[in-house]
């Protein structure tokens, strides 16, 4: 049983820079992929990046590539976002989710999920 933590969402100005971060308990971390996913209200759960076990592998929507970088520390169980150049439109809860499988971007394949951090980007 993995337990994750998300830290670090806040209220930001468009422009503006996050780093998330997940820390994760009571598992074997690196047997885990590690995602981030979000969800505006009144929106359903969105994909937003995943990074492989070794993390050699990423993978992003569209709309955040070029502006959010993922990264793990196997040896401190975290899993990071760094996100820059914030727009309202990312404005969301960000949960962070494990995952056995090597890469996927489908919420329905994680397993374990945090309970989520409030990024709000003001215009």
């Known amino acids: 049983q993995v337990q994750l933590v998300e830290s670090g969402g806040g209220l930001v100005q468009a422009g503006g820079s996050l780093r998330l971060s997940c820390a994760a308990s009571?598992?074997?971390?690196?047997?885990?992929?590690l995602g981030w996913f979000r969800q505006a209200p009144g929106k359903e759960r969105e994909f937003v990046a995943v990074?492989?076990?070794?993390?050699?592998?990423?993978r992003y929507v569209d709309s955040v590539k070029g502006r959010f970088t993922i990264s793990r520390d196997n040896a401190k169980n975290t899993v990071y976002l760094q996100m820059s150049s914030l727009k309202p439109e990312d404005t969301a809860v960000y949960y962070c989710?494990?995952?056995?499988?090597?890469?996927?971007?489908?919420?329905?394949?994680?397993?374990?999920w945090g309970r989520g951090t409030q990024v709000t980007v003001s215009s």
């Open positions: 990074i492989s076990r070794s993390g050699g592998n990423v």
């Open positions: 009571g598992g074997t971390f690196s047997s885990y992929a």
């Open positions: 989710a494990a995952d056995r499988s090597p890469v996927s971007i489908s919420a329905t394949n994680y397993n374990y």
